[in-house]
């Protein structure tokens, strides 16, 4: 059975300039997580999906960061304009009934 | 709303010795615990988990836990550690249907 799979697994912009990251979860999870670990730290929940509805994005810093989930299988999550201050590893978890998260390798963001 | 602290930033040990990685959590009332490890460049691999039941928690490559609810702790052991053991290592309690985790702890086996 194939993981979590997000791509792309580095990624390096300019500030300002817009930016994309794709999850695809685990067949037949409905459970959804974006998270975004900074160097030195743990990872912090942006948004959590059931299916397709966002039922806690209350992390998710709106006026930049955006995210979708088509037909409750794979999700987008997009930052525009990025910020130095945006440079993480942002991280996509799937699950079923929300007991246990499977993690993807996640994107490695850097904001220049 | 909940928090864990992981006691310790960066643990040195040599090959074969045991280590016991701490975590303690914020709330008294029923939650669920994991321990997740990370490799390098990678993303978090589950170790182990606390559901419910037994307090000793085994989980995969030799590790385990013990849930202690009136500490509000779940330490990480494990008796003779390998040099493929080094990675970050973190806890996580849930909190609703998330995890809030703890900043890390860097487990580094010398030879």
């Known amino acids: 059975e194939a993981g979590v799979v997000q791509s792309p697994r580095y990624k390096i912009i300019e500030k300002k300039q817009p930016v994309a990251f794709w999850c695809n979860p685990i067949?037949?999870?409905?459970?959804l997580y974006w998270y975004r670990q900074n160097l030195g730290q743990g990872p912090e929940l942006l948004i959590r999906y059931e299916n397709e509805e966002a039922v806690d994005d209350s992390q998710l810093p709106k006026d930049r960061f955006s995210a979708e989930r088509l037909k409750g299988v794979d999700s987008t999550l997009k930052i525009q304009p990025a910020e130095l201050g945006d440079s993480a590893v942002y991280l996509c978890a799937s699950s079923l009934e929300g007991l246990e998260a499977f993690f993807g390798q996640g994107t490695r963001l850097t904001v220049v | 709303a909940q928090s864990v602290t992981q006691l310790d930033s960066q643990v040195p040990v040599f090959e074969e010795a045991p280590v016991e990685l701490r975590c303690n959590y914020s709330s008294s009332v029923s939650v669920y615990l994991f321990w997740y490890v990370q490799y390098p460049n990678q993303g978090l691999q589950l170790l182990l988990k606390?559901?419910?039941?037994?307090?000793l928690v085994k989980g995969i490559n030799g590790f385990e836990a013990e849930f202690n609810k009136s500490q509000t702790s779940f330490h990480l052991r494990k008796p003779s550690v390998h040099i493929s053991d080094t990675a970050e290592y973190f806890c996580a309690v849930s909190e609703g249907e998330k995890l809030v985790f703890g900043k890390g702890t860097k487990l580094t086996v010398n030879p």
């Open positions: 606390y559901l419910s039941g037994s307090t």
């Open positions: 067949s037949g999870h409905n459970t």
